[in-house]
């Protein structure tokens, strides 16, 4: 397997692996799923480009939807969906395109491109011409009823 | 919600977008970028749309935090809800408890169909909203005909009440009226609470103007304060206080004038009204009015009354109905207000008067067995008074089918008084007691008359048997004779009221044909004709009335007319069949083509009563322009009773009444002339006299628009 | 002259039950209408449930109305108007009669001297007037009753 990020270990497995020594890019392809510390993402088809020395910098996972899930640095659940992930183990950050959605607890969002990074919990969603859906569940203590 | 039909029929529709809803309580969020943290603050950015419930904010930025349901514009934000939609330039709106500031802003208030400005605007929840430096008017955007201005405005849309402080009301620009507090209707559910300055003249109390000022002292009460000033009689001070229970009414009015310059004392209005139901079956009621001198509503009546009253009542009384039977109590006394009726001419009091009347079952229901009793006491100063007690139990056997009816009737009334102060070498304790029979039968022919008319024929006669006794030594407490009308010839007695029970032994015959169109029911056309035929003259008199010895009344003929839909007619008239002199003759026709425009005419004559002819429409002349006019004529005294003409301009948000009108005054043939006139502020409430209530009393079945 | 004696008045079929809606008995129309039913064989039921057609009251008001004055602008002659609003529909089936209005109008004349007996006079004139607005009315149901 391709030399990993410094501080946590990316194990990858699928059901094949060919790695094309020229262009120096690895494709995964059958139940793939890479886990790193918290967060696992699965799909069909991942990508890895290895740089001639040096950690991995890029994985492309697509998938029907590709999907990840992780746990937010103040331990809530999150994970999410979309046609294809780019996942930058050094930014620690994620980038969901393509009827991309991701749900923290019960609060969804969807877009055409979401970015999630994992490190400090931040999603930005949207992109010019692309809108952001999203549905918050408000918490119990604000049903509406107002002040006493 | 633009222009709907009805009261803002004549206003452009100003069409709105619908206000998106989801259904459920979640929190739905459009944006072109969402950031969102950890803590839960999201920041939203680009035509950003955040709904929740029914409650919508639109902005180009927003920072929203889910934990407090606090949304934050920095930038101009629309707050959209069902009923309100406000424009700020920036602002903060909670969803949790829908409360908020939006400041700078402009809001429509669509059930008022109002909008207006505001430098601050502050949601205090789902139904009340505060608003600081505001405006507000019903009138279309861009051309407000009036506008209010205040210094702060509450609107709560729970009770559709407005209310506002510091209040300037503009007309075309022009300040009509400040006002410091005020209140106002925020739906046609709620009476108008804006009660403005009432301006009027009348020769008799020259110019007046009368303040009237609101108290809504709590949903079920409320009180009017009505400072007045009388240019020609000084000034005075109206107040009205109302009270609706669960199961009563009640409504004080008073009126005091300190000091009258031209009466010079002071004069006073006392009036309670009220109505009661206990129980369902308990019903009580009290309608006590004085005031300080026969003259008062001549001098200080509002130009707008119909028609004055000789004897003020004052009485209160209670029933109680038990299926069966019902008993009733009851007071009456009257406050003379002719200067020139002696006290002996006014009406009885009575104090009091008991009804206890019962249907007695009888097995299968055939027979129906009844009694009618009543104990009453009379006073009147310089009269004889006493009390009198009257009991009649009566048999009858209606008996009937399809294309008959026969009712034998049979009954004995025993009435006995107790009297004071009666005529020297009068009974003290007269009484009379007789036995009265009848017989009604009547047959029901019909024919078809044409497609969809059935034509019946249905002949009635009614024997009717009294013996005659004496009645000179009873007084005349509360009875009186009426002019024969077609009801009355099928009567067990041609007085109204206990004091006389007419000897008789007669025969009514009369005729009745009707067309009734077969599809719908509706009754086209009827005529009636009937005459009572005395086999005995009738030798029983009110005192000081001549014997009538005609061997047969008059004609009594009537016809009703109701062939079309929007019109109808009405005829009745009694002639004298030996000397073919009509002694009372009345018409009545109506051309009606909506609750706004109609027609009425009217004839009514009474041989040596009266003679009026009258006529009364109202008529849209243009979308705009609508008349009103009334004439009441009396052709034999060649007098004019009372005539008003009146204008109304109606426009969308506004309307304008002007009425000229000439009345008569109890001051024999002295009229009184007074123009008024009313601007009606739509959604908000009229100003001036209220001459779209007095053309409602007195043009049968119109109807104002606004 | 083609006239013949009435034959059975016809009133609709589910009326042979009726349940009388949205009024008291204490209010003598009410009464007068019940009676003229009840005579053209119709019984009257307490419990809608039982009843074959609902006949609702919608609702009866009385004017009265000045009609003539005085040289003195007194009230010499008055007006009565009662309206009578109703309708009705079978509890089964589609039978049903839109709202109804009836109206019905009195006059009297009354000198000043009469006021005592203006109360007892507006009683026998209503009494006319609610046994015509009953006979009028059940005139409306017969109309509608080959609909049933």
Redesign the interface.
Known sequence: APPVARDAPVHISADRFHFDQKTGVGIYTGHVRVTQNTLTIDGDRLTVVAPPKGPVERLTMDGNPATFSDVTPKGKPVKGHAAHMLYLPDSRQIQLQGQAELSQERNTFSSTHIVYDTKNGVVTAGAPGHRVEATLVPDQGTTGKSAP | AGGEIGEWALCPIEPRTPVPRYGDHLVHIHADRAFLNPRGVSRLEGRVQLTRGDQTLLSDAIDFDNATQLAISPGPLTLETPDLKINGQHGRYNFGGQTGTLDLARYHLYPAHAHGEASRIRRLGPDRTALSQATYSTCPIGHRAWQLSASDVHLDQHDDIGTARNVLIRFKGVPILYTPYLSFPLSNRRKSGLLPPVIGQTTNAGFQYQQPIYWNIAPQADATLTPEIFSSRGFGLGTQLRYLGTRSYSELNTNYLPHDRLYGGARYLFSFRQHANPT??LSTYVDYNRVSDPNYFNDLGTTLR??????LGQGAGMSY?G?DWSLSAMGQQ?QVL?PALPAS?A??A?LPQVDFNARIPTPGDRLRLSLRSQWSRFERPGSVTGNRLDLMPTARLPL?G???FLTPAVSYRYTAYQLQNQLPGDPAAPSRSLPIASLDGG??????AGAHTLQ??EPRLFYLYVPYRNQQALPV????A??L?F??MF?DNRF??PDRVSNANQLTAALTTRF????????LMSASLGQIFYFQPQLVTLPGQPVDTARRSDYVSQLNVAIARNWWA?A?INLNPTTHVVD?A?F?AQYRVSQDQLINL?Y?F?RQ??D?A?VSLAWPITQRWQIATSL?Y?PQ?K?L??AFAGIQYDTCCWAFRLLAQR???????SYNEGISFELVLKGLGNLGTPIGTYLQ?TI?DYVPPA | ?????????QLPAAMSRTYLAGA???NPVVRSLAQALR?NGVTLVSDPQQAGAVLTIVSINTTQ?????????????Y?LETTLVFRAHATQGRWKLPD?SISV?????L???????QG??ER??Q??MTRELAN?AL??????AGAS
């Open positions: 369902d079956d119909n028609v004055d009253t000789t004897f109905y299926g009257y002719d001419a009406p009885y009575i009937s399809a294309a008959w047959l029901y022919f019909e024919r078809s019946t024929l407490f509360d009875t009186t009426f002019p009308t009801s009355q009567a109204v009221g009734i169109n077969t599809d719908t029911g509706r009754e009405n009745g009372t009345t009545n009217g009514q009474y009563q009266y009026q009258s009441s009396s005294a007098r009773l009372q009345y008569l005054t109890t001051l024999n043939g009393r049968p | 002259c083609g006239f013949h004696l009435r034959g059975v008045a008291s008995m204490q005579a109305r000045a009609l003539t004055v005085s040289a003195l602008n007194q009230a010499t002659s007006a109804q109008q009195r006059q009297y004349s000198s000043t001297a009469q006021l005592q007996s007892p006079e026998l004139l009494q006319s009028l005139l409306r149901l017969q109309a509608h």
